[in-house]
């Protein structure tokens, strides 16, 4: 595609991200944006007093919408840096890794300059480098349709006061296609390779790697590869997702490591830069960041010609790493002028007779599924569909809503159910447009040569163009579509049904009220369709998406309302992977955990230490938060990277076991520093913490295994976990004694699927399951760690039995009919209370989970153990699978100090065994930072990082007394002696 500058007055400007050195631009001021937003690059919250956007010397961010990726309290929302008062502040929460603030203009303006009143704490003199928080934060600005056309990077904002920036000129009209070869706007034309090479025997790891061309970052979501893999988190396309939380790690033992990235295309490349990767902070005490001193970065042509290299110099204490290439000259024949991506098909002249457009659907004619990457509805070049309101008449899973669909990414994709035969698509553009083409960018499997013919599932459906009046304007087959991956299709439609509407310009508004002193307006021209950078964080809406608060749901009490005293909660639960098919069982590849009505932010630790290392957390659009653990997919070789397997007394060699079961293993198998059976137990260790208050409404977890109708993709598995997640009520005072009566409530789960006669599932009896419940109080604040099976607290707590046994099983909600019926909530719950004195902070509880396999109602799934057999299950043969337990504790937290919550001694380890212990803190203000005070304390092999991890592999033996400092948010700090003992 030949590089567009429509109005650009310099045919030699040049696009320089990240940090502005000296470049010339065109003869307007500033640069045209709708859109500012900030990000942090280091996991840290953003909070600033006040964001100023000039142009003209106005300051157009005054009160106009802001939002940011959460906020810290309801006092600190987003709208408080746009509030024009220098004594309120935004903050997005603590907990958010990934925190970004935005406005959004209402228009496009040209911003000359921003200003950041940085927020201090305490006073300006700053004694707990708040100010230090927006340090290597990201500045963007977008164009009002969603096009990154600047970005710059803070630097260090340690001890400023207001952070300034001046911005380049870069006007409205410029088109923000990358540079495709030859231009003559950079001398580094021809691009198709960058090659990053160690010089001194280190490893080669990056945060990311961005190459810039025409301000678009040409290398996102490119194939990456490299030398050697560190472990499987940290491959090469880890450098090029557009995650500074992820990083590309090539071996240790790899003495001339490489990583490299294929453009697929060649481009004019005008800037390169790299987010080097430090270690436990920014601060990087191990001096990570200067692994890449040395190292030499080349751009290579599309005949391996190497146009440009030069080292990376001394990286220490470089987190962001600029170049500037200047090529030599391209040892390639010219290249010729591309026509337009067959993404963004070239629209036809304005005198198109397809107006009036508000609807485009999609309708399967064969019973066949419909599943696009991407549908695009081009108005003057503009895809009109990004974004808006898209539906379906079925869903496959979550993971394939219809927005999918329209949400500028490539790596995802709307799905509608196998089981619909009459499926349809449908996106709704809210306005009437003048359609000139449609581009579908068709869902292929496994791999482009779409080995299963996925392609081939659009054939011969319809697409449709509706008018506001509901007419069909304009109607087509989509034909044969195998090996189509890109359909695209020029409309000529029917005269419309309604009144004349005039054609609506996708990216002009009408003027909006402006102070007297007006900033200079920019016109704004329709901007090519397809970007290498299209991401849904790189490419913001119009109008961003309004992000509420929500507050943490509180639990029901029967408290007076003055009580002071809160509580968190804890679930670690050992599980099992069983999933059984028609002939066999499934292997499984990650586990998703569900907390209804509990935003992400509430849950402030999760259990890693398993196959599957740290979680994901996504907050739901219903308010809800869902942890997914999950395998990586090897798209080369076709396998996934993690599994979890069946237990081999359920499968050997292939083969089920007749009448095998699965037998408890106590849980040190469940986890990666348990036994050495972990790999092949079958059974993973998985466990969340929530924050004082928080309580979900319900709590559900899942199996994930392969979706069997798309390769490569995970699915969550029908048949449910049945380990009922624990709910805790406090009541302070409540107790006969005076004590704080602490119930715990889990609910017997309901039916699973509606049966073939009615038309609800509510009618029948839930599954059975046999529950044994052991109980123990403790004077100290418990974690996580405690609450593994073969810890000293757990062994107590199995030492303490509640209840022997008790079959639990979910009661009707409904007759036959599918009619309500009144059923008293208890009769479907176990719920556990008993007094604890002001001695004991924390109460356990274990449940063992199993299944029946007695006798059943074959109508309504009614147990029917014999008499005296449903408290003897054990000795009546009618005891199941053993199929996981689940760990509960609340804390009692007497005021909200900060506190070390692992006691000591800590668990004991063993020479020369990988030895892993997370530390716990409770109160405060979290997020916690760990130090010690003599680093010498420590076995040697090792480490503390600072989010409280000790782990490593110890080299000797013996008893050492640590000295841990932790101190919180608000640099309020404790200390606490503890115990550590290596055997032999």
Not at 468 to 474: D, K, M, P, S, T
Not at 949 to 959: E, F, L, R, Y
């Given at each position: 595609m030949a590089n567009k500058s429509v109005f650009c007055t310099s045919p030699n400007m040049k696009l320089l991200a990240f940090f502005l050195i000296g470049a010339k631009y065109a003869e307007s001021s500033g640069t045209c944006a709708r859109i500012l937003k900030l990000e942090s690059t280091t996991g840290v919250p953003l909070h600033m007093f006040e964001v100023q956007a000039f142009s003209s010397s106005v300051n157009v961010a005054f009160n106009k919408t802001a939002t940011q990726s959460s906020t810290y309290s309801s006092s600190y929302v987003a709208t408080k840096a746009v509030d024009g008062l220098a004594n309120t502040f935004s903050h997005t929460s603590v907990a958010d890794a990934n925190a970004w603030w935005m406005v959004d203009f209402d228009e496009s303006d040209n911003i000359e300059s921003v200003n950041i009143l940085n927020r201090y704490c305490g006073s300006q003199a700053d004694p707990?480098?708040?100010?230090?928080?927006?340090?290597?934060?990201?500045?963007?600005?977008?164009?009002?349709?969603?096009?990154?056309?600047?970005?710059?990077?803070?630097?260090?904002?340690?001890?400023?006061?207001?952070?300034?920036v001046t911005l380049p000129n870069i006007p409205c009209a410029s088109s923000l296609s990358p540079t495709k070869s030859p231009s003559t706007s950079s001398s580094c034309s021809d691009i198709k390779q960058i090659k990053i090479q160690a010089t001194t025997g280190a490893v080669i790891q990056m945060f990311e790697v961005q190459a810039l061309s025409s301000g678009v970052n040409v290398a996102f979501n490119k194939n990456a590869t490299q030398s050697s893999t560190h472990?499987?988190?940290?491959?090469?396309?880890?450098?090029?997702?557009?995650?500074?939380?992820?990083?590309?790690?090539?071996?240790?033992?790899?003495?001339?490591?490489?990583?490299m990235v294929d453009l697929q295309e060649d481009f004019v490349i005008d800037s390169m830069a790299i987010i080097n990767r430090y270690c436990q902070s920014v601060s990087d005490p191990s001096n990570c960041l200067g692994r890449l001193s040395d190292a030499t970065l080349s751009l290579i042509d599309q005949q391996g010609a190497v146009r440009y290299t030069t080292s990376l110099g001394n990286t220490a204490s470089k987190h962001v790493i600029t170049i500037l290439p200047s090529c030599s000259s391209s040892s390639s024949t010219p290249v010729p002028t591309k026509s337009p991506a067959t993404f963004s098909t070239t629209s036809p002249s304005s005198s198109s007779i397809c107006s009036d457009v508000t609807k485009v659907k999609i309708q399967a004619t064969t019973g066949a599924v419909i599943q696009m990457f991407e549908v695009q509805a081009l108005s003057s070049g503009v895809n009109v569909a990004f974004n808006k309101n898209a539906t379906q008449s079925s869903t496959h899973s979550s993971s394939y809503v219809a927005t999918k669909a329209v949400d500028n990414n490539n790596n995802t994709f709307s799905h509608t159910a196998v089981s619909d035969a009459n499926a349809w698509w449908m996106v709704d553009l809210q306005e009437d447009f003048v359609i000139d083409s449609m581009a579908i960018i068709?869902?292929?499997?496994?791999?482009?040569?779409?080995?299963?013919?996925?392609?081939?599932?659009?054939?011969?459906?319809?697409?449709?163009?509706?008018?506001?009046?509901?007419?069909?304007?304009?109607?087509?087959?989509?034909?044969?579509?195998?090996s189509k991956h890109v359909?695209?299709?020029?409309?000529?439609?029917?005269?419309?049904?309604?009144?004349?509407?005039?054609?609506?310009?996708?990216?002009?508004?009408?003027?909006?009220?402006?102070?007297?002193?007006?900033?200079?307006?920019?016109?704004?021209?329709?901007?090519?369709?397809?970007?290498?950078?299209?991401?849904?964080?790189?490419?913001?809406?119009?109008?961003?998406?309004?992000?509420?608060t929500i507050s943490p749901v509180s639990p029901t009490t029967?408290?007076?309302?003055?009580?002071?005293?809160?509580?968190?909660?804890?679930?670690?639960?050992?599980?099992?992977?069983?999933?059984?098919?028609?002939?066999?069982?499934?292997?499984?590849?990650?586990?998703?955990i569900e907390l209804e009505d509990l935003p992400c932010s509430s849950?402030?630790?999760?259990?890693?230490?398993?196959?599957?290392?740290?979680?994901?957390?996504?907050?739901?659009?219903?308010?809800?938060?869902?942890?997914?653990?999950?395998?990586?997919?090897?798209?080369?070789?076709?396998?996934?990277?993690?599994?979890?397997?069946?237990?081999?007394?359920?499968?050997?060699?292939?083969?089920?076991?007749?009448?095998?079961?699965?037998?408890?293993?106590?849980?040190?198998?469940?986890?990666?520093?348990?036994q050495s059976d972990y790999a092949t137990s079958g059974c993973e260790h998985f466990g969340v913490s929530l924050g004082a208050g928080a309580s979900p409404s319900a709590t559900k977890y899942r199996w994930l295994i392969e979706n069997p109708n798309v390769p490569g993709t995970l699915m969550a598995s029908s048949t449910r976990v049945?380990?009922?997640?624990?709910?805790?009520?406090?009541?302070?005072?409540?107790?006969?004694?005076?004590?704080?009566?602490?119930?715990?409530?889990?609910?017997?789960?309901?039916?699973?699927?509606?049966?073939?006669?009615?038309?609800?599932?509510?009618?029948?009896?839930?599954?059975?399951?046999?529950?044994?419940?052991?109980?123990?109080?403790?004077?100290?604040?418990?974690?996580?760690?405690?609450?593994?099976?073969?810890?000293?607290?757990?062994?107590?707590?199995?030492n303490e039995t509640e209840i022997e046994w008790i079959l639990m099983q979910g009661r009707p909600t409904c007759d036959e009919d599918c009619q309500p019926v009144v059923v008293n909530e208890t009769e479907n719950e176990l719920e556990l209370s008993n007094e604890v004195g002001d001695s004991k902070t924390s109460i356990i509880r274990r449940y063992e989970f199993y299944e029946y396999a007695g006798a059943v109602n074959p109508e309504d799934n009614e147990a029917q153990p014999d008499n005296g057999c449903e408290n003897h299950p054990d000795t009546c043969d009618i005891l199941g699978n053993y199929f996981g337990a689940q760990m509960a504790a609340a804390v009692i937290l007497h005021g909200d100090g900060l506190k070390i919550a692992t006691q000591s001694p800590v668990m004991a380890g063993k020479k020369d065994v990988e030895y892993i212990l997370m530390l716990t803190a409770i109160g405060g203000s979290p997020p916690y930072t760990w130090s010690l005070s003599n680093l010498g304390d420590l076995f040697a092999g090792l480490t503390l990082s600072s989010d409280g991890i000790i782990s490593g592999t110890p080299t000797s033996s013996g008893n050492a007394t640590l000295e841990l400092t932790v101190q919180d948010y608000d640099a309020t700090s404790v200390s606490k002696l503890l115990s550590l003992t290596m055997a032999d």
């Amino acid at each position: 595609m030949a590089n567009k500058s429509v109005f650009c007055t310099s045919p030699n400007m040049k696009l320089l991200a990240f940090f502005l050195i000296g470049a010339k631009y065109a003869e307007s001021s500033g640069t045209c944006a709708r859109i500012l937003k900030l990000e942090s690059t280091t996991g840290v919250p953003l909070h600033m007093f006040e964001v100023q956007a000039f142009s003209s010397s106005v300051n157009v961010a005054f009160n106009k919408t802001a939002t940011q990726s959460s906020t810290y309290s309801s006092s600190y929302v987003a709208t408080k840096a746009v509030d024009g008062l220098a004594n309120t502040f935004s903050h997005t929460s603590v907990a958010d890794a990934n925190a970004w603030w935005m406005v959004d203009f209402d228009e496009s303006d040209n911003i000359e300059s921003v200003n950041i009143l940085n927020r201090y704490c305490g006073s300006q003199a700053d004694p707990n480098n708040c100010l230090g928080r927006l340090s290597n934060a990201r500045l963007s600005l977008i164009d009002n349709q969603g096009n990154t056309l600047h970005t710059t990077y803070l630097s260090d904002t340690t001890s400023i006061l207001k952070v300034q920036v001046t911005l380049p000129n870069i006007p409205c009209a410029s088109s923000l296609s990358p540079t495709k070869s030859p231009s003559t706007s950079s001398s580094c034309s021809d691009i198709k390779q960058i090659k990053i090479q160690a010089t001194t025997g280190a490893v080669i790891q990056m945060f990311e790697v961005q190459a810039l061309s025409s301000g678009v970052n040409v290398a996102f979501n490119k194939n990456a590869t490299q030398s050697s893999t560190h472990s499987s988190s940290y491959v090469a396309t880890k450098a090029v997702d557009n995650n500074n939380n992820t990083f590309s790690h090539t071996a240790v033992s790899d003495a001339n490591a490489w990583w490299m990235v294929d453009l697929q295309e060649d481009f004019v490349i005008d800037s390169m830069a790299i987010i080097n990767r430090y270690c436990q902070s920014v601060s990087d005490p191990s001096n990570c960041l200067g692994r890449l001193s040395d190292a030499t970065l080349s751009l290579i042509d599309q005949q391996g010609a190497v146009r440009y290299t030069t080292s990376l110099g001394n990286t220490a204490s470089k987190h962001v790493i600029t170049i500037l290439p200047s090529c030599s000259s391209s040892s390639s024949t010219p290249v010729p002028t591309k026509s337009p991506a067959t993404f963004s098909t070239t629209s036809p002249s304005s005198s198109s007779i397809c107006s009036d457009v508000t609807k485009v659907k999609i309708q399967a004619t064969t019973g066949a599924v419909i599943q696009m990457f991407e549908v695009q509805a081009l108005s003057s070049g503009v895809n009109v569909a990004f974004n808006k309101n898209a539906t379906q008449s079925s869903t496959h899973s979550s993971s394939y809503v219809a927005t999918k669909a329209v949400d500028n990414n490539n790596n995802t994709f709307s799905h509608t159910a196998v089981s619909d035969a009459n499926a349809w698509w449908m996106v709704d553009l809210q306005e009437d447009f003048v359609i000139d083409s449609m581009a579908i960018i068709n869902r292929y499997c496994q791999s482009v040569s779409d080995p299963s013919n996925c392609l081939g599932r659009l054939s011969d459906a319809a697409l449709s163009l509706i008018d506001q009046q509901g007419a069909v304007r304009f109607t087509t087959s989509l034909g044969n579509t195998a090996s189509k991956h890109v359909i695209t299709i020029l409309p000529t439609c029917l005269p419309s049904s309604s009144t004349p509407v005039p054609s609506k310009s996708p990216t002009t508004s009408a003027p909006s009220q402006k102070p007297t002193v007006a900033p200079t307006k920019m016109l704004s021209t329709p901007v090519p369709t397809k970007s290498p950078a299209s991401s849904p964080s790189q490419k913001p809406t119009v109008t961003p998406t309004k992000m509420s608060t929500i507050s943490p749901v509180s639990p029901t009490t029967n408290a007076p309302t003055s009580f002071q005293t809160s509580f968190g909660s804890l679930s670690n639960w050992d599980t099992y992977c069983v999933v059984p098919n028609a002939t066999s069982y499934e292997k499984c590849h990650g586990f998703e955990i569900e907390l209804e009505d509990l935003p992400c932010s509430s849950v402030y630790y999760t259990f890693s230490y398993n196959r599957y290392g740290t979680p994901n957390k996504t907050d739901t659009n219903t308010g809800g938060c869902i942890v997914t653990y999950q395998s990586g997919y090897d798209d080369v070789n076709h396998h996934w990277l993690v599994t979890t397997p069946v237990p081999s007394s359920l499968v050997q060699n292939g083969q089920v076991v007749p009448n095998g079961k699965v037998v408890p293993t106590g849980g040190h198998s469940c986890f990666s520093s348990g036994q050495s059976d972990y790999a092949t137990s079958g059974c993973e260790h998985f466990g969340v913490s929530l924050g004082a208050g928080a309580s979900p409404s319900a709590t559900k977890y899942r199996w994930l295994i392969e979706n069997p109708n798309v390769p490569g993709t995970l699915m969550a598995s029908s048949t449910r976990v049945g380990i009922p997640a624990v709910t805790w009520n406090v009541q302070v005072g409540a107790g006969a004694g005076g004590g704080n009566i602490v119930a715990a409530v889990i609910v017997a789960e309901p039916p699973e699927e509606e049966d073939e006669q009615h038309n609800c599932a509510c009618w029948k009896w839930g599954e059975p399951r046999f529950v044994k419940v052991y109980t123990t109080e403790i004077e100290y604040e418990v974690d996580l760690d405690h609450l593994l099976t073969d810890s000293a607290e757990m062994n107590q707590t199995k030492n303490e039995t509640e209840i022997e046994w008790i079959l639990m099983q979910g009661r009707p909600t409904c007759d036959e009919d599918c009619q309500p019926v009144v059923v008293n909530e208890t009769e479907n719950e176990l719920e556990l209370s008993n007094e604890v004195g002001d001695s004991k902070t924390s109460i356990i509880r274990r449940y063992e989970f199993y299944e029946y396999a007695g006798a059943v109602n074959p109508e309504d799934n009614e147990a029917q153990p014999d008499n005296g057999c449903e408290n003897h299950p054990d000795t009546c043969d009618i005891l199941g699978n053993y199929f996981g337990a689940q760990m509960a504790a609340a804390v009692i937290l007497h005021g909200d100090g900060l506190k070390i919550a692992t006691q000591s001694p800590v668990m004991a380890g063993k020479k020369d065994v990988e030895y892993i212990l997370m530390l716990t803190a409770i109160g405060g203000s979290p997020p916690y930072t760990w130090s010690l005070s003599n680093l010498g304390d420590l076995f040697a092999g090792l480490t503390l990082s600072s989010d409280g991890i000790i782990s490593g592999t110890p080299t000797s033996s013996g008893n050492a007394t640590l000295e841990l400092t932790v101190q919180d948010y608000d640099a309020t700090s404790v200390s606490k002696l503890l115990s550590l003992t290596m055997a032999d």
